[in-house]
């Protein structure tokens, strides 16, 4: 058991993405000798907080597992601060389609899977022959990975297959007590994991949507390869975190619907107005919706016009239905495009039920 500290970095000096600055606060020192001394340590990327270690040490990323009851099947990503950090991952040369994705997002959301370098512990990668890298674009996690100049496996630093943290206060919640520090960032701005992505001759499979959409790639790289989402239903082995386990799921159980019509066939069919249920619908539903009719709790997703908002919230949304007493929480679809991909990948990921 550890007495987990939570220390603050000034929002001030991250909105300056003032690396510098930010790798010699008390927080980031703080959690840099964590690492060194083979601990794990909590720290805010832009997608969701991570739960980081150092990559290269069985010892210290066992502790990850540990702290998530993670099962140990689950690959980890490796996180690093610049691409002359690379080499130590992965094996042979960075070219063609890979070179020209890490041109253009990184640093960010995006997560590439290379062969392995003999460096990389088995723990790190599940046992594969392959390892996940990124290179995020908070100024925090890179002022923190450049501090211990070592690369950090980090998942989602939350109890395994529970919504991610998008809030220090969310991975308090979860993690209080089995890990020493968490470093604060404020809020991650894009609220979901990664885009995770491997290259096959001519196909670019997304294994994970994330906060890179499959429109943005395709922007990138033109028709010479063809971008699709990876089919993870009968996946044994993954790849990439988020392909085979349940995940991102609240305690209370969630129910997706498709639309106004489909809420009040599901109000009326299974009785859901004499349950403790909370409804939460997307803006322009909400306004259309017989209020008088319903009398389960409402909340506002926000507008389908800005997914990437409703991206942000998600998972906090999740959480905040945990913390009230009710028996079902049901959630609208929203439109499957550009983040949406990643949302509903969520979201059929945690939900028990699709109407």
Not at 88 to 111: K, Q, R, S
Not at 275 to 284: A, F, H, K, N, W
Not at 329 to 338: A, S
Request: charged share 25%; proline share 6%.
């Amino acid at each position: 058991m550890y007495n987990t500290e939570v220390i603050k970095i000034k929002d001030s000096l991250i909105k300056d993405k003032a690396i510098d600055k930010i790798a010699e606060t008390t927080a980031i020192k703080k959690a840099a000798q964590h690492l060194l001394n083979n601990e794990v340590v909590a720290f805010p990327t832009e997608t969701v907080y991570g739960l980081g270690a150092n990559a290269l040490e069985k010892q210290a990323v066992s502790k990850i597992f540990e702290a998530k009851g993670r099962p140990s099947d689950n690959p980890l990503i490796a996180h690093i601060s610049d691409k002359k950090q690379l080499p130590v991952l992965i094996e042979g040369d960075v070219t063609g389609v890979a070179e020209i994705l890490i041109n253009e997002f990184w640093p960010g959301p995006l997560t590439l899977i290379f062969n392995k370098s003999m460096r990389m512990p088995q723990v790190t990668t599940a046992g594969l022959n392959t390892v996940a890298v990124r290179m995020p674009s908070h100024p925090v996690a890179l002022a923190l990975i450049s501090k211990v100049n070592l690369p950090l496996a980090a998942p989602s630093a939350n109890s395994s297959g529970f919504p991610s943290p998008t809030r220090a206060q969310h991975v308090y919640n979860d993690l209080n007590g089995k890990i020493p520090l968490i470093v604060d960032g404020g809020i991650c701005n894009i609220g979901v994991e990664s885009t995770v992505v491997e290259i096959e001759e001519n196909i670019v499979n997304i294994l994970r949507p994330g906060g890179i959409t499959r429109r943005m790639i395709n922007e990138v790289i033109g028709d010479s390869y063809q971008v699709k989402i990876a089919d993870t239903a009968e996946v044994n082995r993954p790849k990439s975190p988020g392909m085979k386990y349940k995940h991102y799921a609240p305690r209370t159980p969630l129910w997706i619907f498709k639309n106004e019509n489909n809420l009040q066939e599901l109000l009326n069919d299974y009785n859901i107005n004499n349950r403790e249920t909370l409804v939460i619908l997307s803006s322009e539903t909400l306004n259309t919706v017989d209020k008088n009719t319903i009398k389960t709790d409402l909340k506002n997703m926000g507008t389908i016009n800005n997914l990437e908002y409703i991206a942000q919230n998600l998972f906090n949304l999740l959480r905040e239905a945990d913390q009230k007493s009710y028996e079902l929480v049901l959630i609208e679809e929203v439109p499957n495009r550009d983040i949406g991909e990643a949302v509903m990948n969520r979201l059929k990921k945690a939900a028990v039920k699709i109407i």
